[in-house]
């Protein structure tokens, strides 16, 4: 046969062989030359138009890791025997799944879906929960809660609007729909997102130990089942493109379509899975979100060693139209594959035909160590799943500390004037409280159900969501998530450092004990040297941290390639982000902690110490456009004491309240704990100042970290003071709580009803 006649044949194995010069689109794909040609190198020819298909996604940024994998091991080699006590599984799996006693296990995990939110605010942010709900599925458990991380452009830019609508509304359609209470996250507003909003979801799932499953295909002659939604044409390339690099106007391959979701369907596949699950009838389950059937048939063949064998014509399709490049690469939601044997598919599909989820048989597991996929009769597919999923390339990129970022340091905040007495220090206080990061949220969380399943204990605006696990006993989970860009863009080692502490702080200002975090590493280019050197910092500083305070890294994610401007300039990127999950346990979550105080006559109690500590505040942003210098110093050992202290006087009975101290320092913390109830305060904070050598703009406004404010009963105070002592713990009591408005010796009277005012006003009038 000539190549001629070859080529007007369907892009079969065999075609591809004899013609080796057909040129293939793989930069519209997204790959580069040289890895091209290593695909080449890998089959020996050059691949079919499916295979290609299959490892540009495979081989994206998004999916590969490709840039950020050699640094991401340091978290495993910082990982010590103390905590892996609690793992049950690491890095590495759908998620990470930790012990939480009494034989009851959660997993946990962020992602970010923030390029489709971009495009399509509401689908992009709708199918990243979505997404994220299908990785806890995958693990055995049962999906309870979801939060998000959400950073947006300025507040005031005509096009922020369209994405903050879409966005929340996509989140509270897609997770009230599945009737899972969303327990908190973040919002924030700056320009630097201006381009590249991120829209990070988190996930939580429980189960008992015994019900943990991992996604392989093993056991030859076992079926592979693909279930739940039919296949579309949504979200082609999505992985590749979409979610790795940057937005250009020109060409269609820079815009594909963005997934769209069915909750309903998914919460159809929540039950449907969790009866297969328990029925004993899977061998595995893998959901398909990124990469499609492309990463779920790889992925379960690499892990079980096996290989595979698949007839795409067999796949369910919602458009008759779609090529079989496009089945492989089609991001659509709500499916998932299965690995059943022989004896257990009539089960199966009996299970999937009661929830109404449809499925179909669409290969077989092998023996022979390739994953094949035939069209029709047509061979397209003959790969070493390993090379697809796994064997990806991997860069050591170079990364330099930037140009700019000496002089960046050296402007710092706390040259900056300082308000001159009580009345201008009064008005650039209500000016904070009312701006966009450190105003409240509800206009965003009230559009979300947070108490659905009445397993809600705490939620937004406490410090930390928490959860009942076990209705007997009372045991729960405490779970939040922070990040600061401005501190980390001023020294991305430091600043994901304070990130970590602040979540873990979070959750010991609940009452629980910190036991694992989940991660989502928002950076710019890695092929710019700056943003790469943030993101290496960043995991450094992270990795370091996370074995000092003994809390293990999980699992989580890394979006790159958030940048619109140009490479080597300090606003060529987002500030660098890196959101962290911190996961507590309590024993009984009846002794959960809120954030402020319901009760007149308790003792207020400023912990830590305060130093002159403002550069990356957000006082040196809101007041005076500012943003250089250095952040707060961290001192992880202060942190660990700290929670100690806050942990013990929730099991003790001491807290009746406790917040910690970050953005917006004490004045932001006074105020939220006073709105917080409609409780107000009354506090003299002359003698803590004059203790920690500091005035009291800097005490009120500094954001030095390893500090909260606790409130306790009057007869306990000795109690607290006795337990600090132990701890090592600064502890000073600067005031009592109750009135109507907070009163603090050198300011003007702030009245509750106004504060509150403040606080709730800025996002209602903004968006309506």
């Not at 049950?88 to 879906?113: P, R």
């Not at 559009?447 to 937004?460: P, S």
């Not at 309590?586 to 003792?603: I, K, M, N, T």
Request: aromatic share 4%; glycine share 10%; hydrophobic share 40%.
């Amino acid at each position: 046969m000539t190549s001629s006649e070859h080529a007007s044949l369907p892009d079969t194995v065999e075609n591809a062989a004899a013609t080796p010069d057909v040129d293939l689109p793989y930069a519209d794909l997204g790959l580069k030359a040289d890895e091209y040609q290593a695909i080449r190198e890998l089959l020996g020819r050059r691949p079919t138009a499916a295979e290609l298909a299959m490892y540009s996604v495979m081989w994206s940024e998004h999916c590969s890791y490709k840039s950020s994998k050699i640094h991401l091991r340091r978290f495993g080699e910082r990982t010590t025997d103390e905590m892996r006590e609690h793992l049950l599984v690491g890095m590495g799996e759908n998620a990470g799944v930790v012990d939480i006693g009494d034989g009851w296990a959660v997993t946990f995990k962020v992602e970010s879906h923030n390029h489709p939110s971009f495009v399509e605010p509401y689908q992009g942010a709708a199918t990243g929960v979505g997404g994220i709900v299908r990785d806890i599925i995958s693990m055995g458990a049962r999906p309870v809660a979801v939060m998000d991380q959400l950073r947006f452009g300025a507040i005031d830019h005509p096009d922020t609007a369209r994405v903050v609508h879409g966005v929340v509304a996509g989140i509270g359609g897609y997770a009230n729909s599945l009737g899972l209470p969303n327990i908190g996250g973040e919002t924030v507003f700056d320009a630097s997102y201006q381009n590249n909003p991120l829209v990070n979801a988190l996930c939580i799932g429980v189960l008992r130990h015994e019900d943990i499953h991992l996604a392989s295909a093993t056991g030859p002659g076992n079926h592979v089942v693909l279930f739940g939604a039919r296949t579309g044409g949504d979200g082609i390339g999505g992985a590749s493109i979409l979610a790795s690099e940057t937005f250009e106007d020109e060409g269609p391959a820079k815009r594909p379509s963005v997934q769209v979701g069915d909750p309903f369907m998914e919460k159809q596949l929540i039950e449907c899975c969790l009866e297969l699950f328990a029925s004993g009838v899977v061998e595995g389950i893998q959901d398909l979100g990124a990469a499609g059937i492309s990463c779920a048939t790889s992925e379960l063949a690499s892990n079980g060693g096996s290989g595979m064998h698949v007839d795409l014509e067999n796949v369910l399709l919602r458009d008759p139209t779609l090529t079989a490049g496009e089945i492989l690469m089609s991001e659509s939601q709500e499916r998932m594959m299965a690995v059943v044997t022989p004896e257990n598919l009539e089960r199966f599909e009996e299970i999937t035909r009661r929830w109404d989820v449809e499925a179909a048989v669409i290969g077989t597991v092998t023996g022979d160590g390739r994953l094949t996929i035939d069209h029709f009769g047509h061979r397209i597919v003959d790969v070493d799943p390993v090379t697809v999923a796994h064997g990806g390339p991997t860069y050591d990129r170079p990364y330099a500390r930037p140009e700019w970022q000496d002089a960046l340091n050296a402007d710092r905040a706390e040259d900056l004037p300082r308000p001159a007495g009580a009345a201008e220090l009064t008005a650039q206080i209500r000016t904070l409280i009312a701006s966009p990061n450190l105003a409240s949220a509800a206009w965003v969380t009230d559009q979300y159900d947070r108490y659905v399943g009445g397993n809600t204990a705490l939620a937004m605006p406490d410090d930390a969501g928490v959860l009942r696990v076990d209705e007997t006993t009372g045991r729960g989970i405490a779970l939040a998530t922070d990040a600061n860009g401005r501190f980390t863009k001023l020294d991305p080692r430091t600043g994901a450092q304070l990130a970590l502490a602040e979540a873990y702080r979070n959750v010991a200002c609940v009452g629980a004990r910190p036991l694992a975090v989940t991660d989502c590493l928002n950076f710019g280019s890695p092929e710019d040297p700056g943003p790469m050197w943030q993101l290496v910092e960043a995991i450094e500083g992270l990795a370091d941290a996370c074995q000092e305070l003994a809390v293990p890294v999980t699992g989580g994610n890394v979006s790159l390639y958030n940048s619109t401007g140009e490479p080597g300039k300090i606003d060529s990127a987002i500030h660098p982000t890196p959101v962290v999950g911190v996961l507590g346990v309590l024993d009984d979550v009846s002794r959960r902690v809120p954030s402020g105080w319901q009760a007149e006559g308790l003792s207020i109690h400023l912990l830590g110490t305060t130093r002159t500590e403002l550069s990356g505040s957000a006082w040196a942003d809101v007041i005076h456009d500012h943003l250089g210098g250095l952040p707060p110093q961290i001192d992880l050992a202060a942190e660990h004491a700290l929670a100690e202290v806050l942990v013990a006087a929730s099991e003790r009975g001491l807290a009746a309240a406790a917040h910690d101290l970050s953005e917006g320092g004490l004045a932001a913390a006074l105020a939220e704990a006073c709105t917080r109830f409609g409780v107000g305060a009354d506090a003299d904070l002359t003698a803590v100042a004059e203790r920690d050598g500091v005035d009291l703009a800097t005490l009120l406004l500094s954001e030095s970290s390893a500090r909260a404010i606790i409130a306790v009963p009057a007869e306990q105070d000795d109690a607290l003071v006795t337990l600090c002592a132990e701890h090592g713990v600064p502890q000073f009591r600067i005031g009592t709580t109750g009135g109507s408005s907070l009163t603090v010796t050198g300011l003007e009277e702030l009245t509750v009803a106004e504060l509150h005012a403040l606080r709730e006003d800025t996002l209602r009038r903004q968006f309506g």
